[in-house]
């Protein structure tokens, strides 16, 4: 016969040991709302720094120079087809009045390059990327448009940058596994004294017929309703520390350049991944804590 099981009881039970084991909870509670604000914390900091790597991305450019044959609507006529290209953000024209005076600007007061005329110039396109790790085909493609001279990079910048938001990436999912892990741990042994307790009754129950799912699934319930509760409590202070440190940051004139991510952007996520890391430590928590005190 098919065992059936009244998960409302189960709820209630969970619900009931919460105030029953108060001081345990609360401690339980505490050390989910630790391990949350590192995790949060650290993941944040990857997404304002991968945030900030993609803004100095998009300003990272190529030059593609367009043949001096080509008049100069000619060649802004090029604008369309250079933007066509997969991974092109956008391309900018300027002509070569304007770049002689770029370059005038750049190297004022130097007489080597004081008084050269504009012939020497070329009409060129300033082409930003969508993907900056896509720089070689990017700038390939640009290259056979018939009209461009050739074009010019820097791919050691677009390597640098590339490899930079690999490693911060896979830094912070490291350090989210491992915080995940020791957090699973912390809160196994916290509720395990919680259990301690009740070893007792476990017993009792597991000698009257009660399957070790039966004896479970209260104290999985009670595992997650106080990994919700700490994942509550851990979004609203890391959305007060959150805002605490950009109006810092803000205020502060030197870190003016920095661009923090609003986390009004952020919350669902954050709220979203807190319940779900919550609901993930305190099930598996108690599962880890029990399992002892059901080899009767």
């Not at 100069?72 to 391309?91: C, F, G, K, M, T």
């Not at 070790?212 to 997650?224: K, L, T, Y």
Request: negative net charge; hydrophobic residues 50%; charged residues 20%.
């Amino acid at each position: 016969m098919k065992q059936r099981y009244d998960f409302g009881y189960f709820f209630m039970e969970g619900f009931r040991s919460i105030f029953t084991h108060g001081l345990m909870s609360f401690a339980a509670v505490c050390m989910i709302v630790c391990c949350l604000l590192i995790m949060g914390s650290f993941t944040l900091v990857a997404v304002n720094a991968s945030n900030m790597f993609s803004d100095l991305e998009k300003e990272n450019q190529f030059t593609a120079y367009i043949e001096d044959t080509l008049t100069q609507d000619q060649a802004r006529a090029l604008q369309s087809d250079i933007e066509a290209i997969p991974n092109v953000a956008r391309a900018e024209f300027v002509t070569k009045e304007e770049a002689q005076e770029e370059f005038e600007a750049d190297y004022e007061g130097n007489p080597l390059f004081e008084g050269l005329p504009s012939e020497v110039y070329r009409d060129r396109f300033h082409i930003y990327l969508d993907d900056i790790s896509k720089l070689p085909e990017t700038e390939a493609a640009v290259g056979e448009i018939t009209g461009v001279a050739w074009t010019k990079s820097a791919p050691e910048i677009a390597e640098g940058f590339t490899v930079i938001r690999n490693v911060a990436g896979a830094v912070a999912v490291i350090l989210v596994i491992i915080l995940l892990a020791v957090s699973l741990f912390i809160i196994a042994n916290t509720i395990k004294l919680a259990t301690f307790n009740r070893r007792e009754e476990i017993a009792i129950m597991k000698m009257c017929g009660a399957t070790n799912w039966f004896v479970r699934w209260p104290f999985i319930f009670e595992g997650m309703l106080l990994g919700l509760i700490g994942a509550l409590v851990a979004f609203l202070l890391q959305w007060g520390i959150y805002s605490l440190i950009v109006t810092a940051i803000t205020e502060y004139g030197g870190l003016q350049l920095i661009a923090i991510v609003p986390f009004k952007t952020l919350a669902l996520r954050v709220l979203g991944a807190f319940a779900a890391a919550g609901l993930a430590i305190g099930a598996g928590g108690s599962l880890l804590a029990i399992r002892k005190f059901l080899q009767v």
